[in-house]
């Protein structure tokens, strides 16, 4: 038995799904992309070789825009080049040949050989059972209420839930990612695979720290791939059969 199927039990509180839908992806039409105007001075316009797709989730509200004034605001040039919304519309800010740092795993050479998507999504929520609990940016002690799921900011979010009941990265419940957005992404991640020749195959292994995803291992891989204190993106059971999905087209 595969040893993540062991650690990680969901509870899937959406539609159930009968039959894999991503059969019948195809590359992304680049005329789907919505073009931001992003300033120039906020990535590197250099170009080099793609070798991995590293998917993010924002950990933020309801649409695109709160994130890219969040980005223009650093003068880090932290920012990936596409975010989808939850209506699966992907936002280009740049091409997907240059780059900036949103790995934060003190490797310049992995930013630049990589590209980032984010999906638009609050990330890990806590459960409110009534009482006091330490919110984070800016923290803040708030009495939570019972049933109630807050994000990381300490604001109360109605969204649909996926729980995890061991625990994934900390946080029992995320919230889901939308079944657009998922299809959205598999478009640009075949549409990648086209451009830069990125493989498909499904690391079984990009659900924790990976050595070969640190170590520069072509592929498609996830934040937590690089990082133990981020819990982006999370193994919705969707977005790993779209994954798997993709890997089948390479045999």
Same mark, same amino acid.
């Given at each position: ?18 039959? /894999? ?47 890219? /004034? ?6 880090e040039k932290i920012a990936v080049c596409?975010?989808?919304?939850? =209506? ?43 009482? =006091? ?32 009941? /061991? /625990? ?24 990648? =695979? ?58």
């Open positions: 038995m595969n040893i993540f199927k062991k650690i990680y039990f969901w509870k899937n509180t959406s539609n159930i799904i009968t039959k /894999n839908i991503w059969n019948d992806l195809k590359p992304l039409d680049p005329f789907k992309l919505k073009n931001i105007s992003f300033p120039d001075n906020q990535y590197f316009k250099e170009e080099y070789k793609k070798t991995q797709i590293i998917i993010h989730h924002t950990i933020s509200g309801d649409g695109v825009n709160g994130d890219i /004034n969040s980005w223009e605001a650093t003068p596409i975010i989808i919304d939850r =209506n699966g519309i992907p936002y280009q800010l740049f091409s997907s040949k240059y780059w900036a740092y949103h790995l934060g795993c003190n490797n310049t050479w992995l930013d630049k050989h990589s590209i980032g998507v984010e999906l638009d999504n609050w990330g890990g929520l806590i459960l409110g059972d009534g009482t =006091n609990k330490l919110f984070d940016n800016p923290p803040k002690n708030i009495k939570t209420e019972p049933g109630k799921f807050y994000s990381y900011y300490g604001n109360i979010v109605n969204v649909p839930i996926q729980q995890y009941y /061991n /625990n994934f990265r900390g946080y029992y419940y995320f919230e889901r990612y939308t079944i657009d957005q998922i299809k959205t992404l598999g478009e640009l991640i075949l549409y990648w =695979n086209l451009k830069y020749n990125i493989p498909l195959t499904y690391n079984e292994n990009m659900w924790d720290i990976s050595q070969e995803a640190l170590g520069g291992k072509p592929g498609i891989w996830s934040h937590i791939s690089y990082r133990k204190d981020k819990s982006d993106c999370h193994p919705q059971p969707e977005l790993i059969e779209m994954l798997k999905s993709l890997s089948n087209l390479n045999k």
